[in-house]
Antibody, heavy 118, light 107 residues
Framework: DVQLLESGGLLVPPGGSLRLSCAAS????????MTWVRQAPGKGLEWVST????????YYTDSVKGRFTISRDNSRNTLYLQMNSLGADDTAVYYC???????????WGQGTLVTVSS | DMQLTQSPSFLSASVGDRVTITCRAS??????LAWYQQKPGKAPKLLIH???TLQSGVPPRFSGSGSGTEFTLTISSLQPEDFATYYC?????????FGGGTKVEIK
């Protein structure tokens, strides 16, 4: 079975940095594009960033461009999200998702909570 | 950027009801649309991909249709476990936007 386990969510002050990780198992990690999706408290889903299986292409929503970096280590079956210059609007549960052939999120982790507050 | 508009944003229904949720795209997206179900405190779950393909393990009372700019998710006979929030997502172009969600509550 596919398993995705996020970690790294914390309470951080505005302007701070954080790195999220997502440990993957149960599938050939390097064959799958991966995505981070976030959900602010009481709000809907927001696509954040996607990385292709090889890591050669990355995509970001406008609000995080220049602040967040998605990466992956295919030798460790792990996805990362480096988040810098965090603001209150970045407070959310961050989900790691495996993308299927049509890029839909066919498997999701349980999420990790990032809270940006002083 | 592509906009996805879901309607209604909230609906109240009874067990056994037929429920239809609509998702409209601001530009044509062929069949590159997915539907997800999310229950409180849980991660979303993929129900439908490529507009009308049922994800493995999803009950056949769920169905999706549409192409281009207008899509629907239908639950043929609402069950107690179906009370949740439903989201559409377009996969045609980046950013991969989600609709605003439709919360289905018990009447």
């Amino acid at each position: 079975d596919v398993q995705l386990l996020e970690s790294g969510g914390l309470l951080v002050p505005p302007g701070g940095s954080l790195r999220l990780s997502c440990a993957a198992s149960g599938f050939i990690f390097s064959n799958s594009a991966m995505t981070w999706v976030r959900q602010a408290p009481g709000k809907g889903l927001e696509w954040v960033s996607t990385i292709t299986g090889s890591g050669s292409h990355t995509y970001y929503t406008d609000s995080v461009k220049g602040r967040f970096t998605i990466s992956r280590d295919n030798s460790r079956n792990t996805l990362y999200l480096q988040m810098n210059s965090l603001g209150a609007d970045d407070t959310a549960v961050y989900y790691c998702t495996k993308m299927g052939g049509d890029f839909s999120g066919d498997s999701w982790g349980q999420g990790t909570l990032v809270t940006v507050s002083s | 950027d592509m906009q996805l508009t879901q309607s209604p944003s909230f609906l109240s229904a009874s067990v056994g009801d037929r429920v239809t949720i609509t998702c409209r795209a601001s530009q044509g997206i062929s069949s590159y649309l997915a539907w997800y179900q999310q229950k409180p405190g849980k991660a979303p779950k993929l129900l439908i991909h490529t507009a009308s393909t049922l994800q493995s393990g999803v009950p056949p009372r769920f169905s999706g249709s549409g192409s281009g700019t207008e899509f629907t998710l239908t639950i043929s006979s609402l069950q107690p476990e179906d009370f949740a929030t439903y989201y559409c997502q377009q996969l045609n172009s980046y950013p991969l936007t989600f609709g605003g969600g439709t919360k289905v509550e018990i009447k």
